[in-house]
């Protein structure tokens, strides 16, 4: 079994940062390409930032130039660095492979933007 956890969320003021981390436990988590999903109130999930097992990274046009995704495959982690936050990227934060199917989805970690 697959163990995704998220840590590092928090409040933060508007411009402000945060940065991310997702591990896994439980896989050769190298392999997999990742990606870091939020999910605000009422919306659907989206995916924001993924990261290939080559370290080739894309981004959604809404955080392009703000968020930064990385990996530590020694470490089976993956960040997300997100700077110059807006009160709109609030959401609970999740990670997981692209592969479908993905892995059971952990907790998230909540991000609050917001003055």
């Known amino acids: 079994q697959v163990q995704l956890v998220e840590s590092g969320g928090g409040l933060v003021q508007p411009g402000g940062s945060l940065t991310l981390s997702c591990t896994a436990s439980g896989t050769i988590y190298a392999i997999y390409p990742m990606a870091w999903y939020r999910q605000a109130p009422g919306k659907q999930r989206e995916l924001v930032a993924r990261?290939?097992?080559?370290?080739?990274?894309n981004y959604v046009d809404s955080v392009k130039g703000r968020f930064t995704i990385s990996r530590d495959n020694a470490k089976n982690t993956v960040y997300l660095q997100m700077n110059s936050l807006k009160p709109e990227d609030t959401a609970v934060y999740y990670c997981?492979?692209?592969?479908?199917?993905?892995?059971?989805w952990g907790q998230g970690t909540q991000v609050t933007v917001s003055s």
């Open positions: 990261i290939t097992g080559g370290y080739t990274t």
């Open positions: 997981n492979r692209i592969t479908l199917p993905p892995w059971n």
